[in-house]
């Protein structure tokens, strides 16, 4: 029974529920069997071990069992142990594991968890284990009405999960988990250790390898993390998208294409990109601490466009550094025709709704033998794009300047970028270029300045 399983806040919350439950029954409002229903969705139920087989004693000081085989969910697995007396709050020493030499299956949603002491949900919850595994598991109440204390290991043969703190679903996974007391700390934590799969089955990483390891714990209001989650070899899909921070999504959000901003598909027009990442989330141990996030994303061969400065990043290549509020651009470059066009800088935005300061960019831009096309023209400001077309000027240029801030609040909402409140300065070297300003009466070739 699931009260059996916890301590004595557990027990007083079932019996508060049932007695709730009664009293509407009693005043007429079980209509249509509706506050039945609604008991027997809300109370967690029994676990039921079916196939059972082995010795079970029973005396004076409770009732004691050693390697008792049974089925839990059309899963086969051994419980030993003692319980210390013959009402629900008693003392209890189990252990349960799977079959010497054979795994056990955790199916996608089991109906046990619901029932499980507070602690096994929670390592549950933060993993969503399914699939093929090995396991052991100690409950362990050491006083009459105390929460019971749950350590073990789970090794992970051939299974798919979710981590809590980067929920991208991992399938063909190996790995361990361990969970229980720390010893030098006496924290009840879950560690995870390298647990290792492919990416979403039918995908574009499906082939790929992405690791998760760490620790979280207490599991309490004081709970802290420190998780790590790589790969050496990654492709921009939803499911990446959806995993990633929200400031990590931010920072995309800025080599969103424009034309895909209003689209109904929240990463429509996001930056396609294949290199690879590592994403830490850390959390410290304390009441009402935040966690940090910090991803850098290292890609060989990415597209989008960058919106503070919208020329097309077609098969560029650079590195991401994502941390709260920010993003380094460190040596992002490209290749257009016979050009080169590189950024380096650093873009910052408010971390609350409050500060009204809107992105603030500075960024490094540095172009060589850029040709003078409708792409860069689209990403200068309108009074420069206006000046080179009515100048008829043609050709290539050099750039060297940069992308920054004017100060001044800006009115748009915290995440906007206040294109009214950007500042330029760029030194253009044009170079094997034309000029027409008067159309074809007047033209000038080989201008070079």
């Not at 009260?3 to 009664?22: A, C, K, P, S, V």
């Not at 210390?84 to 996608?108: A, F, Q």
């Not at 934590?189 to 039918?202: D, P």
């Not at 915290?414 to 294109?419: D, E, K, N, P, Q």
């Amino acid at each position: 029974h699931p009260q059996e399983m916890g301590g004595d806040e557990t027990i007083r919350r079932l019996t508060r529920y049932h007695e709730e439950f009664n009293l509407l029954r009693l005043l007429g409002l079980d209509l249509a069997d509706g506050i039945s229903g609604l008991e027997r969705t809300t109370t967690p139920p029994e676990i039921a071990v079916e196939d059972v087989s082995g010795t079970v004693a029973f005396d004076d000081s409770g009732i004691t069992f050693d390697h008792i085989s049974g089925s839990v969910d059309q899963s086969t697995m051994t419980i030993s142990g003692k319980i210390d007396g013959y009402t629900p709050d008693v003392p209890v020493h189990l252990r349960l594991e799977s079959p010497s030499g054979g795994v056990m299956k955790i199916p996608e949603r089991p109906d046990y968890v619901a029932s499980l002491p507070d602690d096994a949900r929670q390592i549950y919850e933060l993993i969503n284990p399914h699939g093929l595994c090995k396991i052991w598991v100690e409950v362990d109440r050491k006083v009459r009405g105390a929460r019971p204390e749950v350590g073990g290991e789970l090794n992970v043969v051939d299974g798919a999960f979710s981590c809590k703190y980067f929920p991208y679903p991992i399938q063909g996974a190996s790995g361990r988990v361990i969970f229980g007391r720390e010893p030098q700390s006496g924290f009840e934590r879950v560690e995870i250790q390298n647990v290792r799969g492919h990416g979403v089955a039918g995908g574009p990483n499906e082939k790929s390898f992405i690791t998760i390891s760490g620790w979280v714990g207490p599991f309490d209001n004081t709970v802290g993390c420190n998780i790590r989650a790589e790969t050496d070899s990654i492709s921009s899909e939803p499911a990446i998208f959806d995993a990633f921070p929200k400031e990590v999504r931010d920072a995309l959000a800025m080599f969103r294409d424009p034309k895909h901003a209003a689209s109904s598909d929240p990463y429509a027009g996001y930056p396609h990109f294949h290199g690879k990442f590592v994403c830490d989330v850390i959390m410290p141990i304390g009441p009402g601490t935040k966690p940090m996030v910090s991803t850098d994303i290292a890609f060989d061969d990415a597209g989008g466009w960058l919106s503070i400065f919208p020329y097309p990043l077609d098969h560029a290549r650079g590195i991401l550094k994502i941390r709260e509020g920010s993003v380094e651009i460190e040596n992002v470059e490209m290749n257009h025709g016979n050009g080169w066009l590189q950024l380096n800088g650093r873009v910052t935005w408010p971390t609350s709704d409050a500060d009204v300061s809107g992105v603030k960019p500075d960024l490094q831009v540095t172009a060589k033998n850029i040709p003078i096309d409708d792409d860069l023209l689209g990403a200068l400001p309108p009074e420069k794009r206006d000046w080179l077309k009515s100048a008829g000027i043609s050709g290539k240029l050099d750039v060297d300047g940069r992308v920054f801030t004017v100060v001044g609040p800006s009115t748009l909402p915290a995440a906007a970028i206040a294109l009214d409140r950007l500042g330029y300065d760029f030194k253009l070297h044009l170079h094997d270029g034309a000029a027409s300003p008067l159309g074809k009466a007047l033209a000038a070739s080989d201008v070079d300045g």
